[in-house]
């Protein structure tokens, strides 16, 4: 049970088309609204929030967040994204690596459709912060900008 777990954390990456779960249920304020989310318990693990651009061409952008439990390290988990990256035939734009954190940079096409994909990973003990902006490929250079600034922002 835990290869299989282990195998398929890294594709929650690909499929999504980081501090403690009270830092995560911190009020999100705009100029005309203010909301609380509910508090998400990092040691279950899953997707912790999505938020959209407007929709264009019938899809729309959007940036996620989701918290995975893993013991690998940060070099074990980047092999495994690059090994199911291939197995996708997806194509590796960039790959950097920092102090604790990753970022990939990839392209390809799930059930047809095009995508792009902007993703950071942080790790944190034995948790993996994953925030994933995710567009149609032929819009990334008009959405690339406001998608990257978001995946960015995060902060543990």
Avoid: C
Avoid at 67 to 81: M, R
């Amino acid at each position: 049970m835990k290869s299989v777990k282990k195998a398929f954390l890294p594709m929650i990456l690909l499929l999504s088309l980081s501090a403690s779960s009270a830092v995560l249920a911190q009020p999100v304020e705009s100029t005309d609204f203010e909301f609380t989310p509910p508090s998400f318990p990092r040691e279950v693990g899953g997707q912790v929030f999505q938020y959209f651009l407007p929709a264009a061409d019938g899809f729309a952008a959007n940036v996620n967040l989701q918290i995975q439990p893993y013991e690998g390290s940060l070099e074990d988990y980047e092999a495994l994204s690059v090994q199911q990256f291939e197995q996708l035939d997806f194509e590796m734009l960039d790959l950097a690596r920092g102090d604790n954190e990753l970022i990939f940079e990839y392209t390809g096409s799930m059930q047809g459709t095009e995508f792009h994909w902007f993703s950071r990973v942080l790790k944190e003990g034995n948790y993996f912060y994953v925030v994933t902006a995710t567009a149609l490929a032929e819009r990334w250079d008009t959405e690339r900008e406001a998608l990257v600034e978001s995946v960015d922002s995060f902060r543990l």
